[in-house]
């Protein structure tokens, strides 16, 4: 089955760039999806791609596909500490797999 | 509604006992579809309706977890006989027009815990 993995953590200082990476096995996805989880709070949708785009930018956030490797990663410009959260790279394969999770911890 | 709702928030129950999580989803929304996230996991698919219509149950992981939807927008998601592996958090997630690629929107989930 589809298999979609993440590094667990990562740390950054606030103002410098943050970059979360997902690799998958299923190259078929259509869309493939960034989410946000903040304690207490649902899974928020940040932001997607599609499967024919490299790139994609919205405001701080920068969505970049490697379909050759499998690649997705996420960067955040200008991490700020309300950055600090659970990420979720999500891949659709007729229903959502996800990743296990980034933890990014932003600290002054 | 603004956006997809569940009840209760959390849920505390014996072992043994059945619970039945509610999912309210965003007006309008054709597909709904029920997942489950172990802690210090991403979220596992459970099963999707179109509709009232169960579309995929593949993810339901044995016979005690059922859900409907009867008149197409509400769903309850039974889980019977419940065990203390059955403790998690359980989201719900709406998307507007069924097809599989469509964006999900997600409530903020129902925390269960087995005792």
């Known amino acids: 089955g589809e298999d979609v993995e993440q590094s667990l953590f990562l740390s950054v200082r606030e103002g410098d760039s943050s970059v979360i990476n997902c690799t998958y096995t299923?190259?078929?996805?259509?869309?493939l999806y960034w989410y946000k989880q903040e304690p207490g709070a649902g899974l928020q949708l940040l932001t997607y791609?599609?499967?024919?785009?490299d790139m994609k930018q919205d405001q701080r956030l920068t969505v970049l596909l490697n379909k050759k490797d499998k690649h997705l990663s996420l960067r955040i410009a200008d991490t700020q500490t309300g950055d600090s959260a659970i990420y979720f790279c999500?891949?659709?394969?007729?229903?959502?797999?996800f990743g296990t999770g980034t933890r990014l911890q932003v600290f002054p | 509604g603004a956006g997809v709702s569940q009840s209760p928030r959390y849920k505390v129950t014996k072992r043994g006992q059945d619970v039945a999580l509610r999912c309210d989803p965003i007006?309008?929304?054709?597909?709904l579809y029920w997942y489950r996230q172990a802690l210090g996991q991403g979220p596992e698919f459970l099963t999707y309706f179109n509709y009232e219509a169960q579309q995929d149950k593949s993810g339901l992981p044995n016979d005690r977890f059922s859900a409907e939807r009867p008149e197409g927008s509400i769903s309850t998601l039974t889980i019977q006989r419940t065990e203390q592996r059955d403790s998690a958090m359980y989201r719900c997630?709406?998307?507007?027009?069924?097809?599989?690629?469509?964006?999900?929107?997600f409530g903020p989930g129902t925390r269960l815990t087995v005792l």
């Open positions: 997630a709406s998307s507007q027009a069924g097809g599989s690629t469509d964006t999900q929107y």
């Open positions: 791609i599609f499967s024919n785009m």
């Open positions: 999500a891949v659709n394969a007729d229903k959502l797999i």
């Open positions: 007006s309008g929304h054709v597909s």
């Open positions: 299923d190259s078929s996805s259509t869309y």
